[in-house]
């Protein structure tokens, strides 16, 4: 669904919603925090996006385990009561493992189902088996739906443990085979896929700002993501479905990817839509969650 932003009697389609959840919702938002349910637990967790002050103190309200970001960084989660160390939650015919982690992490981006919708239809639609790439694939959100839609999935993160929890994510959902997981640093992986020839019929990523590859290997998206883009393109197919660029960093507007993604790709023949990305809220009011942008031959 997409929701529509009235100001000053201007009204564009401003934010593309993953309203499809059942076994997760926001319940509220405001004052640096949102409420959310996943499956039969509440956390109460920060959210820097969220400037707007809450309807009622949320911390009046009933939540298991809220997320306490410390003054020296980092944070730490306060248990109000037991909870199993991890549970599982679905979307549609697709399970994945939650578990309160580090850095207010869950384990899961309900927001990216947009992303999963759009990207599974294109692959269940292309008449042919596509294979895609899943750059900074963390516990395998996207390469869960695409394999599930039908696609043969690359799923490369610099992290052993969320690669891990990809696989099991993969075998909760029911898929035994279609997934090869790959440890390793995102460019690096790439540059030798380069080398070999290897090509791909479609690309995902989902960079985070800062972020360090197994080799202590240095990210930074405004320094790297352009070039990354450019090297991604000598990766693929002559056709590609699609490319798809997805970013939680805050302040990054969808017409940069738009623009990276125009520009980087070489001139393909195809269409570049940019959006930003949000979960519906109890309140009305979207909770923003990034941005997407994509690239499809059509
Ligand atoms: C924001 S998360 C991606 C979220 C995921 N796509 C999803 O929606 O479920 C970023 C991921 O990038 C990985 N990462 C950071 N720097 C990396 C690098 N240089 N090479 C490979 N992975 C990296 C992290 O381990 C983390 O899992």
Not at 163 to 172: D, H, I, M, Y
Request: with cysteine; charged share 25%.
């Amino acid at each position: 669904m997409l929701y529509k932003f009235f100001c000053g009697g201007y009204n564009r389609d401003m934010i593309k919603l993953a309203d499809g959840w059942k076994d997760f919702e926001v319940l509220a938002t405001g004052d640096g925090y949102k409420l959310e349910r996943w499956g039969s637990y509440t956390l109460l967790r920060p959210d820097p996006q969220v400037i707007w002050r809450a309807k009622r103190d949320l911390f009046s309200r009933d939540y298991d385990a809220v997320y306490h970001r410390s003054e020296r960084g980092g944070g730490a989660w306060e248990f109000k009561r037991p909870l199993p160390e991890s549970w599982n939650i679905s979307y549609g015919d697709l399970t994945f493992k939650i578990k309160p982690m580090g850095f207010k992490h869950t384990g899961l981006f309900p927001e990216q189902a947009v992303n999963w919708e759009k990207t599974s239809a294109l692959v269940k639609n292309a008449g042919r088996k596509i294979k895609v790439l899943n750059l900074f694939a963390y516990t395998g959100g996207a390469s869960v739906a695409l394999a599930k839609a039908g696609a043969e999935v690359t799923h490369v993160d610099a992290a052993k443990g969320m690669v891990e929890r990809a696989g099991e994510n993969a075998r909760l959902s029911g898929i035994a085979s279609g997934i090869r997981y790959i440890v390793d640093d995102c460019k690096k992986f790439v540059a030798r896929e380069l080398r070999r020839g290897n090509k791909y019929d479609a690309i995902v990523m989902d960079p985070p700002s800062y972020g360090r590859g197994p080799g202590g290997e240095m990210w930074k998206l405004e320094d790297e993501l352009y070039g990354f883009v450019e090297l991604c393109n000598g990766v693929l197919a002559d056709d590609p479905l699609f490319v798809l660029i997805n970013s939680y960093t805050t302040g990054l507007q969808p017409a940069v990817l738009a623009n990276i993604l125009t520009l980087a790709l070489g001139g393909r023949k195809g269409k570049v839509e940019a959006y930003e990305v949000g979960l519906p809220t109890s309140e009305g009011v979207p909770l923003p969650c990034g941005a997407g942008g994509i690239f499809t031959n059509d």
